[in-house]
């Protein structure tokens, strides 16, 4: 059953316990992985795709025969559902999309910055206990929109050997250019070191498993990476009188997907705490995935009776949720308070879920506390950022003197002489 706490006499370790402890063999096991795939390329993902996924594949690639047979498959409502979710993430990210800028500085001096997107994107789609299209569009469409001229995506074949037929027909409708049947650290390797049928990319992005996220850790530098992702997790803020049934069904769609999340409730009624847990626990054994949602609550889930809401966003910046619900009648006046979230849900009526499938903004958060240091994957993950500058031979001459001095202070005389044998028929040196 899920804990209850007073925030006044718990500590601040005890409010911010995740217990999502790594497996003690998961970094001997994600090196030989990369090992094996640095090496060996392909046959050590066909081995691979045998030991962990249970299937034989003849080709690693998914065909154009088996995208249009999975558009069949996920049916017309299906398809047109994808594409209104599309449109809103579209619309969404397209306001992240940033500029070029130029300096035109006076006596001969121009500075600016360029955009420019990185060529290869890899994206990592979760597969395994649950299907995931809505990660599809979240990581591609960014992509998209920044510029990005490749987009290779990865993720586990089913028992068939083939990829569910939701992911091919959100990367139909995303725009992705080439789909793999990788899943675990393995496919994590072929992506950052490339194979004969993998590209190299640039960067990976998406969430997965522990083995996923280390791996990723593990490239990082060869490649970059949006974030370390650990299991999902959510808090909600609520007041006296909110509806116990619904902060109830809220805690656990998060808690349905992974035996390791988090769900936190803080309130400022202990009435209202009770409540919940025993609407906690009429709802856990209505669910498919009951067993999984059960361990999440009792493992990790906590109820965190305070004083009032500000106290309650208080606790909540502490442990700054990957997503955030004010389940309060004026949750625009919380909002000024919140400092630390993934994505901040406004309202009664604006369940996680929304923002899970439909509404726009990002589902790829920061979790694990990291929201108190990085952000919601966006266009900004996907582009580059050069600056440029141009003097003028007066331009220089003016700023040489201190150009120097600067250089010789920090003891680097060839960087000062750099600048001093532009000068030097016009000085005695």
Do not use: W
């Amino acid at each position: 059953m899920i804990k209850i706490l007073d925030y006044s006499k718990v500590s601040e370790r005890e409010i911010l316990n995740r217990n999502n402890v790594a497996v003690a063999d998961v970094e001997a096991a994600v090196t030989e992985i990369l090992d094996a795939v640095r090496e060996r390329g392909d046959a050590a993902l066909f081995s691979y795709c045998e030991r962990f996924d249970g299937v034989t594949l003849s080709s690693l690639e998914v065909s154009p025969a088996e995208f249009d047979a999975a558009l069949e498959a996920a049916g017309e409502e299906f398809v047109r559902i994808l594409k209104r979710s599309a449109a809103n993430i579209e619309a969404f990210h397209s306001r992240q999309k940033r500029n070029n800028f130029l300096i035109d500085g006076e006596d001969g001096v121009i500075l600016g910055q360029r955009i420019t997107p990185i060529e290869r994107a890899g994206l990592y789609v979760p597969g395994g206990t649950a299907s995931y299209p809505s990660s599809v569009l979240m990581n591609a469409i960014p992509a998209k929109l920044a510029g990005v001229r490749e987009i290779v995506m990865v993720t586990p074949p089913g028992s068939d050997g083939q990829v569910p037929a939701p992911i091919l027909a959100a990367a139909r409708v995303a725009g992705v250019d080439r789909v793999f049947k990788l899943g675990g650290a393995q496919a994590v390797a072929a992506l950052a070191y490339g194979t004969e049928s993998v590209p190299k990319v640039d960067k990976i992005v998406g969430p997965g498993n522990i083995f996923v996220a280390t791996a990723k850790r593990r490239v990082y530098g060869l490649v970059d990476i949006d974030m370390i992702a650990g299991p999902s997790e959510i808090l909600v803020v609520a007041e006296r009188g909110a509806n116990p049934r619904h902060l109830a069904a809220d805690l656990l769609s998060q808690a349905e997907h992974d035996r390791l999340s988090t769900a936190v409730l803080v309130c400022n009624c202990a009435e209202l705490a009770r409540k919940v847990a025993e609407e906690i626990e009429r709802q856990i054994p209505l669910l498919p995935r009951a067993a999984i949602a059960r361990e999440s609550i009792d493992t990790n889930g906590k109820i965190i009776v305070c004083e009032d809401l500000k106290e309650a966003v208080k606790a909540s910046n502490l442990i700054a949720p990957e997503h955030l619900e004010l389940c309060v009648s004026d949750p625009f006046a919380l909002l000024p308070l919140v400092k630390n979230a993934g994505s901040i849900f406004l309202g009664k009526y604006t369940p996680e879920a929304l923002g899970d499938y439909f509404a726009g903004p990002n589902h790829t958060l920061p979790t694990s506390g990291t929201a108190r240091f990085s952000s919601p994957l966006s266009v900004d993950d996907f582009i580059k950022k050069s600056s440029f500058i141009y003097y003028t031979e007066e331009a220089l001459k003016k700023a040489a003197a201190d150009i120097e001095t600067f250089a010789e202070t920090e003891g680097l005389t060839a960087h000062a002489n750099s600048i001093r044998v532009r000068f030097e028929k016009e000085r005695e040196l």
